[in-house]
């Protein structure tokens, strides 16, 4: 069974840094692990992914140069680092997994997510 645990949202001011972790469970190869948000009204958007076998990232263009995605495979965890945040960032973050390296512009990993964590950005 794949489970995903989503940590570390929190209320921040615009201009600072937060990291969100996700720690998976139940899948060990062949995958790729993504972020998701969702913010008030708003349909869900990806935001950025890591291929688990050569470590190839991927950002939505909101986000590119600000935020980060890492794996730290011994922990079996994913980090969104969130540099320079803005109030437009606030949302539902969502960790996602799938199998196969679906991490482009033409895909994003979502056979399965976490529950979320809450980030808000106050201005």
């Known amino acids: 069974e794949v489970q995903l645990v989503e940590s570390g949202g929190a209320l921040v001011q615009a201009g600072g840094s937060l990291t969100l972790s996700c720690a998976f469970s139940?899948?060990?190869?062949?995958?790729?692990i993504g972020w998701f948000r969702q913010a008030p009204g708003r349909e869900r958007e990806a935001v950025a992914c890591?291929?688990?076998?050569?470590?190839?990232?991927h950002y939505v263009d909101p986000v590119g140069g600000r935020f980060t995605i890492s794996e730290d495979k011994d922990k079996n965890t994913v980090y969104l680092r969130m540099n320079r945040v803005k109030p437009q960032d606030t949302a539902v973050y969502y960790c996602?997994?799938?199998?196969?390296?679906?991490?482009?512009?033409?895909?994003?990993?979502?056979?399965?997510w976490g529950q979320g964590t809450q980030v808000t950005v106050s201005s």
């Open positions: 996602t997994a799938g199998y196969g390296y679906y991490c482009s512009d033409y895909g994003y990993p979502k056979d399965y």
């Open positions: 139940g899948i060990t190869f062949d995958y790729s």
């Open positions: 890591i291929r688990n076998d050569d470590g190839m990232t």
